[in-house]
């Protein structure tokens, strides 16, 4: 049972850390002191993607559901809607980089906007 609370909370960071990778960017908008946990998120978000790279959270999830006795991600709410956004169907390597450059398109842009803002004289 503690296993699989593991694996579950596991599978939620994985997707809180993908969030903040992927929007992270509007949080410096507000508190631009955030960048310092940001830019390295964001930049090992786009690294996971275009270097094919396993992300550590899969391999720690899959040894907890083991442990747990459990072989897919069957069950309540964090297998049914989160690990269909974590673990997409049909993911391809093509796939992955096209969301790599998502990320850091969305990045450039947000921070890109922060450095205009304070460059603007007031």
Same mark, same amino acid.
């Given at each position: 049972?503690?296993?699989?609370?593991?694996?579950?909370?596991?599978?939620?960071?994985?997707?809180?850390?993908?969030?903040?990778?992927?929007?992270?960017?509007?949080?410096?908008?507000?508190?631009?002191?955030?960048?310092?946990?940001?830019?390295?998120?964001?930049?090992?978000?786009?690294?996971?993607?275009?270097?094919?790279?396993?992300? &550590? *959270?899969?391999?720690? !999830?899959?040894?907890? %559901?083991?442990?747990?006795?459990?072989? $897919?991600?069957?069950?309540?709410? @964090?297998?049914?809607?989160?690990? &269909? *956004?974590?673990?997409? !169907?049909?993911?391809? %390597?093509?796939?992955?980089?096209?969301? $790599?450059?998502?990320?850091?398109? @969305?990045?450039?842009?947000?921070?890109?906007?922060?450095?205009?803002?304070?460059?603007?004289?007031?």
């Amino acid at each position: 049972m503690l296993a699989a609370r593991g694996a579950d909370a596991v599978l939620l960071v994985h997707f809180l850390f993908i969030a903040f990778v992927v929007a992270g960017g509007f949080l410096v908008l507000h508190w631009p002191r955030m960048a310092v946990l940001h830019l390295p998120a964001a930049a090992w978000g786009v690294l996971v993607e275009w270097m094919g790279w396993p992300c &550590p *959270l899969t391999p720690l !999830e899959q040894m907890l %559901r083991r442990a747990a006795g459990q072989e $897919g991600f069957q069950g309540g709410f @964090i297998e049914h809607y989160l690990w &269909p *956004l974590i673990y997409p !169907e049909g993911l391809t %390597r093509e796939l992955q980089l096209v969301f $790599g450059l998502l990320v850091l398109l @969305i990045n450039v842009t947000i921070y890109g906007a922060i450095l205009a803002r304070r460059r603007r004289p007031r």
